[in-house]
């Protein structure tokens, strides 16, 4: 059975730092993109950042400079390495993963979600 689950969500003070792990198990074929979304309340799901199996990222333009994405292949783990956090950052961090092809925007499966609020 396919799972995607997350980890190191809380709450923490504007200008402080983050961690979210994001474990994927379950997988017959090789997972060829992993991401995190985020979805604010009154807010549509957004990309946040999306990392290939060769290492190419992709950032939302809020978050360029502060998010860090990367990846394990060999624990088929992607984490998402956040600082100088914002209160607008405050949202449900969702992570997908893609099997079927290499596409910033495209997701076969998602994790349960885990919330990040940043206090100011």
């Known amino acids: 059975q396919v799972q995607l689950v997350e980890s190191g969500g809380g709450l923490v003070q504007a200008g402080g730092s983050l961690r979210l792990s994001c474990a994927a198990s379950?997988?017959?074929?090789?997972?060829?993109?992993m991401g995190w979304y985020r979805q604010a309340p009154g807010k549509q799901r957004e990309l946040v950042a999306g990392?290939?199996?060769?290492?190419?990222?992709n950032y939302e333009d809020s978050v360029k400079g502060r998010f860090t994405i990367s990846r394990d292949n060999a624990k088929n783990t992607v984490y998402l390495q956040m600082n100088s956090l914002k209160p607008e950052d405050t949202a449900v961090y969702y992570c997908?993963?893609?099997?079927?092809?290499?596409?910033?925007?495209?997701?076969?499966?998602w994790g349960q979600g885990t919330q990040v609020t940043v206090s100011s």
């Open positions: 379950g997988f017959r074929f090789s997972i060829k993109i």
């Open positions: 990392i290939t199996r060769g290492g190419k990222t």
């Open positions: 997908a993963a893609g099997i079927s092809v290499e596409d910033f925007a495209r997701y076969d499966y």
